[in-house]
Nanobody, 121 residues
């Protein structure tokens, strides 16, 4: 399995931007679909964004569409989540995922430990 390490979370104010990074350990990173899920306290895990191994196709939750952008750099084994116009509703632990990703059930082959994003009003 690929090891995933997220970074870039933090505390920001409403309207600010953050970029989350997810570094993968394996050289075969480019063969993996990648994505992001998030989980807020007391809420169920929520799909955020997904990008295919080729980088050619992306998908987003309706709640983040137009504000968040997922991208990847296969040469650096890294996937990014650019988050703009953040609101308190975006406050959650964000997890990077890889492999077979089911955006409906919230299942994925590999999970990172997560990085906290907190948006103050």
């Amino acid at each position: 399995q690929v090891q995933l390490v997220e970074s870039g979370g933090g505390l920001v104010q409403t309207g600010a931007s953050l970029r989350l990074n997810c570094a993968a350990s394996r050289r075969t990173f480019s063969n993996y679909d990648m994505g992001w899920f998030r989980q807020a306290p007391g809420k169920e895990r929520e799909f955020v964004a997904h990008i295919m191994w080729s980088g050619g196709r992306t998908a987003y939750a309706e709640s983040v569409k137009g504000r968040f952008t997922i991208s990847r750099d296969n040469a650096k084994n890294t996937v990014y989540l650019q988050m703009n116009s953040l609101t308190p509703e975006d406050t959650a632990v964000y997890h990077c995922v890889a492999g077979l990703i089911d955006t409906t059930t919230g299942r994925a082959t590999c999970w990172g430990q997560g990085t906290q994003v907190t948006v103050s009003s």
